[in-house]
Nanobody, 123 residues
Framework: QVQVVESGGGLVQPGGSLRLSCAAS????????MGWDRQTPGKERELVAQ?????????NYVDSVKGRFTISRDSAKNTVYLQMNSLQSEDTAVYYC???????????????WGQGTQVRVSS
C-alpha cells in the first residue's frame, strides 16, 4: 500500500508565502515524478508544478506561477515541497499532491493522490 500525505496549507495574506509538503510512504520501489495540482470551484483542475526524477530532475510549472513557486524534492524522504511566494488571491484553491511510482521493479507505474490541502489567500 502507498499513502500520499500533504501538509502546510492555510490562510495567508496577498504577497505572503506558504510551503506545502507532501510525503509518499509505503511499498515504494521507485518514484518517477511528483507534483501538485490545484482545484478551484468552477474551474478546471490544473497542474501547478511537477518534478520528474532523473540525473537532472526536470521541473515544470503552469505559466501563472512561474517565478513565484518552486518545487523541490528530498529523494531520501520521498517528499516533495512547493514553496509559494508572492501569493495572490487567484492562488486560492485546494492543492493536491501526487506521486507516480512503482511498488515493484517489474510492476507498472501508478499515480497516487493525497487528500488535498486548502490554501486561501485573503486580506
Amino acid at each position: 500500500q502507498v499513502q500520499v500525505v500533504e501538509s502546510g496549507g492555510g490562510l495567508v495574506q496577498p504577497g505572503g508565502s506558504l510551503r506545502l509538503s507532501c510525503a509518499a510512504s509505503g511499498t515504494i520501489f521507485s518514484i518517477n515524478a511528483m507534483g501538485w495540482d490545484r482545484q478551484t470551484p468552477g474551474k478546471e483542475r490544473e497542474l501547478v508544478a511537477q518534478i520528474i526524477s532523473g540525473s537532472t530532475s526536470t521541473t515544470n510549472y503552469v505559466d501563472s506561477v512561474k517565478g513565484r513557486f518552486t518545487i523541490s524534492r528530498d529523494s531520501a524522504k520521498n517528499t516533495v515541497y512547493l514553496q509559494m511566494n508572492s501569493l495572490q488571491s487567484e492562488d486560492t484553491a485546494v492543492y493536491y499532491c501526487y506521486a507516480d511510482l512503482k511498488s515493484q521493479n517489474s510492476g507498472p507505474n501508478y499515480r497516487y493522490w493525497g487528500q488535498g490541502t486548502q490554501v486561501r489567500v485573503s486580506s
